[in-house]
Every structure is written in C-alpha cells, then in structure tokens.
C-alpha cells in the first residue's frame, strides 16, 4: 500500500462524551480521488471538457460520468487525451469528439508528475505527454489535480523521469543529444522500455520515451523547452509551463486550491465522519467548514457575517501552516530565516 496520511479525529471536551473513533488513514490514492471530485465541481452543463490521463485523471473522468448519469450533469462533450481514456470515457457513456470538431474546450481536468511554486507542471510519465499538451493547451481552463507529493522546489526536483517523446528512428542519437544538451545539470537520459521484456515503451502515436533525470536544477525552462523542441528527432517534451490556471493539491491539511488568473490560495479541511473509520467515506466529509459556515449564513440572510468567518476560518487555516513550516525551519536551519518566513506568509494571507 503506498504512504499514507494522518488525520486526527475531532475530539470533544465533554466528559461526557463518547471517545472517538481511531484516526483515518488516507492512502495516496484517496488523496488523488478527493481532488479530483472537487476539480470535477467546475465541470458545468454544456462544456467541452478535455479528459485527462493516469491514476488521478481516471477518477474525474469516472466522476463525469457517474454525474452524467445521474442527470446531474448534461450536453458534456469529452476529449480524450489518451487511447486509455478513450475507452474509459466510452465505457462511462461520455459523449467523445476530438479537437478537429472542437478545436477551443472550455476545460481539461488532469493529473500531473510535478508542480513547481509558479505551477509549471511536469506531465508524461504515464506516456500520452503529446495529446496531453494538444488537448490541454486548446482549453480555457486546464484544472490540474495532484497529492502533495508531486509538489517540487524546481522542475525535475522529484529526482524522477522528464519524458521527452522522440520518433524511434536512431534513438540513440536523439537520447544522447539530449543527456548532452543538460550536462551541466548532471542529466542522465533513459529509454524508457517495459520491464518484463526490455522492450521500449511505444506511445499512442507509435512513438519511443527518453526519460531525463536531472541531480540539478536545468534553470531557465523557457530556454530549456526551446533547445529540446529544436532538436531533430524530439517531437515533445513533458514540461507543461505556464499551462495550469488553477492547481487542487490534496494533502495531510486538507485541500488546496492555487489559482493563477484569481492570484489567490484557498485552503480546504478535510474532515472526517465520526463513526464510519473507514477511509471511502472520506470522500462524503470532504466539505470545508468555512463554506458550510457560508451556507446556513446565506440561509438566514446574513451574507456579511457569512463571508466574514470563511474569510477569518481561511486565514486561521493559512497562518497555522505559515506557523507549522516557520516551527520546521527552526528545526532543520536557520531560525532568522524561520521567523521571516513566517512573517512572509501570514503577510500574504492577511493582506498585511
């Protein structure tokens, strides 16, 4: 079973009440499903909607189509970005088209390797890198939904593959241009090859895989993209910058929402329900008490107070995690450096 999260509980200070149940144990796979429920609440009757691929992806993709068929859901249109989606979304009973018909979506919903802090993402180990980057970059809206583990201080930062799609004709050339081209960042590059048979990897586009790792940060992307893409030989490559417009992490804290057109960060708890331990009913108590908090306000008429406390129960949340990574950094180096960091992100938070 891959790592999994801890989530206490809430408790009560009764002493008459009931002990609670044990903690919940969220595995990654769980976290990946909550985001991807909450990137499916901006799907909206009547949009074009690119589909996206891998482990993450498949329970949005799932999730459209368990709302479609509860009538929830109307007039989607689906493109896939993947032979796998292709036949997921079929089987789900979503509408397909492609970008021919409809060459402007209104949104894509995926998954991805790696978000760095400006939300340049690192896209492909599944292998459908290209029609990924082709659907998604002819989208207004690209949604990408990941766990906290994918989160990096730079591109390439994970220490694992950046694919680069070639054409398999002398792929040694092109794979050895490539390991060449980002020496300066101890760059290794891999074929990517099945590992029953150490036969290579073949895309949906009968193309072949070199995988680079890098020990150091390859700096300017902008620059780095170019001299990939100018290579011949490389039909694409797996970093996807400056595509994402809203990032949904799911991690031990909750949910967070990161926006690039709205600048803003919005925190969400996950919580959990007492009585039902187990974790697939995680998904049924995903909701934020700050929006719960909204809604009976917005009921009663108050909508002033209502907004009042989602935004104070936001920067409460916001200011313990500034408070929590200040706490780390005190632990790990320079206590200065903890305090301004601190300082930094309640800042942020609070407008101050």
Sequence with gaps: ??????????????????????????????????????????????????????????????RIGELLK???????????TSKKTHEQALSLGIPLSDLDSHPVLDLAIDGADEVDPHLNLVKGRGGSLLREKMVEGACKK?????????????????????????????????AKKLQDLFEY?????????FVENGKPFVTDNGNYIVDLYFQKDMGDL?????????????????????????VI?????????????????????IKTQRG????????????????????????EGDHAVAKRRCREKTEEFAVEEAERDAAVEKREGDPAIARRRCREKKSLVLGG
């Design 276 to 299: 039902h331990p187990r974790t697939r009913h995680i998904l049924e108590s995903a909701v934020d008490e700050a929006e719960r908090d909204v809604a009976a306000k917005k009921r």
């Design 142 to 174: 690209f949604v990408c939904i990941v766990d906290e583990s994918k989160l990096v201080k730079h591109v390439g930062g994970s220490g694992l593959a950046m694919p680069v799609e070639i054409v398999p004709f002398c792929w040694k050339f092109t």
């Design 222 to 246: 902008k620059a780095a993209s170019d001299a990939i893409l100018q290579l011949p030989g490389v039909v694409e490559h797996g970093m996807f910058l400056d595509m994402a417009t809203t």
């Design 70 to 80: 509860q009538g929830q859901l109307q007039n989607i249109v689906g493109i896939p």
């Design 185 to 193: 960042a101890g760059c290794v590059g891999k074929l990517r090859t």
């Design 1 to 62: 079973m891959e790592a999994g999260i801890l989530l206490p509980l809430p408790t009560s200070s009764s002493p008459l009440s009931h002990p609670p149940p044990p903690s919940v144990i969220l595995t990654q796979d769980e976290l990946k499903k909550i985001a991807a429920y909450k990137a499916v609440e901006y799907v909206e009757s009547g949009m074009v909607l690119g589909l996206g691929t891998g482990s993450t992806a498949k329970h949005a993709v799932d």
């Design 249 to 269: 992490v799911a991690g031990e804290l909750g949910i967070t929402f990161i926006s690039v057109d709205e600048q803003s960060c919005r925190h969400e708890k």
